[in-house]
């Protein structure tokens, strides 16, 4: 079955760097493409950033020149590298894969890593 597993989430202070990894199984993962979301307490949940099969990326305002997300096909891995951390990106991060045109949405969702950034 599909599996997407978040790691290196954790505490950090504001100023500081986390990389996230996401290790992607049972499907065709050089063929989806895959993205990060977040969510916060009492919060929609929001992008943060995109990663098509070609490797071209996307970033809403908020999150460019701070937030890289890369991958890595031969290892099955997503990444987001996080600078500069702020309190606001305390969150739950997801990593998702596999858009569906019709529903609009990735498919597949990982069970989330908390990320705690404290002043």
């Known amino acids: 079955q599909v599996q997407l597993v978040e790691s290196g989430g954790g505490s950090v202070q504001a100023g500081g760097s986390l990389q996230l990894s996401c290790a992607g199984s049972?499907?065709?993962?050089?063929?989806?493409?895959m993205g990060w979301y977040r969510q916060a307490p009492g919060k929609e949940r929001e992008l943060v950033s995109r990663?098509?099969?070609?490797?071209?990326?996307e970033y809403p305002a908020s999150m460019k020149g701070r937030f890289t997300i890369s991958r890595d096909n031969a290892k099955r891995t997503l990444y987001l590298q996080m600078n500069s951390l702020k309190t606001e990106d305390t969150a739950v991060y997801y990593c998702?894969?596999?858009?569906?045109?019709?529903?609009?949405?990735?498919?597949?969702w990982g069970q989330g890593t908390q990320v705690t950034v404290s002043s």
């Open positions: 049972g499907y065709f993962f050089n063929g989806c493409g």
């Open positions: 998702a894969a596999c858009m569906d045109w019709v529903l609009n949405d990735y498919k597949y």
């Open positions: 990663i098509t099969i070609s490797g071209s990326t």
